[in-house]
């Protein structure tokens, strides 16, 4: 079958990969399209240090092909879309209800593709990047089929992330000040997630104004090239700062625009080992710095909730696939994406 491989030096589309049976617990998904996210990227660049060779891919949708001993709340045929939390559901943090805390979801990835009788690891307990893959059940929630799966994509991480981020982790509230540093497909969910919380004033910050048209239908209110104008907009500071770009000294432009009270949300992704700095007295006035795993979400919860507010319109999906890729586009698809062309680029199989 094809997919993506990373083998450590070059990717490439192949066509000779092979993916196991599922076994107790688990699910094999057909499918249909896959969100070419910049974590995918970061795992290319050496931003996200991961082992290979791997199957690139996290964000998919597709429809239930196999299912192993003991699962019961998806069969053969069901629509679904995929979560990259592998979470056990029995130990602590998975009682209180916050799977992405699992230690057995972080840092153990599974070899279940092969090729050339070469085992191959799978990307953040899914590899989405494939025609077929196995996951475990908990990673995969049932949609209602007249979703368009080349939306349904994008839900497993960017809005999870994005949107999760707003009303999982920041808590926005209804009359609150949000700003959002970068529009990418992170940072366009997270400007409707404010929306949808009822955030009052909603500043979208990016450096390519061509961006403004988009971050005002997702939510924004207001649009910056920089952080700069933000005091003339809000005085006080803002009550929730998202930094969704990965840069040190945005992380630090995040805290210092903050109000009293206020929260700084870390969604990017720097190159490990970065560090930022900030003010400490600044601190003194309630003000938090949060980082966030994933929306802190609960994907059996969320997937289903987010469908929901798209099929009534309040939640933008259609609107993030702005090109959809053959798989065997993968290069072209990565391009467009570096050079800011998409919003989210799908792969289609």
Known sequence: ???????????????????????????VVAIAAAGLCHSDLSVVDGTIPFPVPVVLGHEGAGVVAAVGAGVTHVAAGDHVALSTLANCGTCPECDRGRPTMCRQAIGRPGQPFARGGRPVFQFASNSAFAERTVVKAVQVVRIPQDIPLTSAALIGCGVLTGVGAVLNRAK???????????????????????????????????ANPAKEAVARQFGATDFLTSTEGVRELLPTGADHVFECVGRVELVRQAVDLLDRHGQAVLLGTPPAGAEASFVVASMFLDKSILGCRYGSSRPQRDIPLYAELYRQGRLLLDELVTQTYPVEEFERAVVDAEAGKVARGVLTF
């Open 1 to 27: 079958m094809r997919g993506v491989l990373f083998d450590g030096k070059r990717v490439e589309v192949v066509a000779d990969l092979e993916v196991r049976e599922p076994g107790p617990g688990e699910v």
């Open 172 to 206: 926005v509230d209804r009359g609150d000040s949000v700003v959002v540093i970068g529009t990418g497909g992170i940072g366009l969910n997270v400007l409707q997630g404010a929306r949808i919380a009822g955030a009052l004033r909603i500043v979208a910050v990016d």
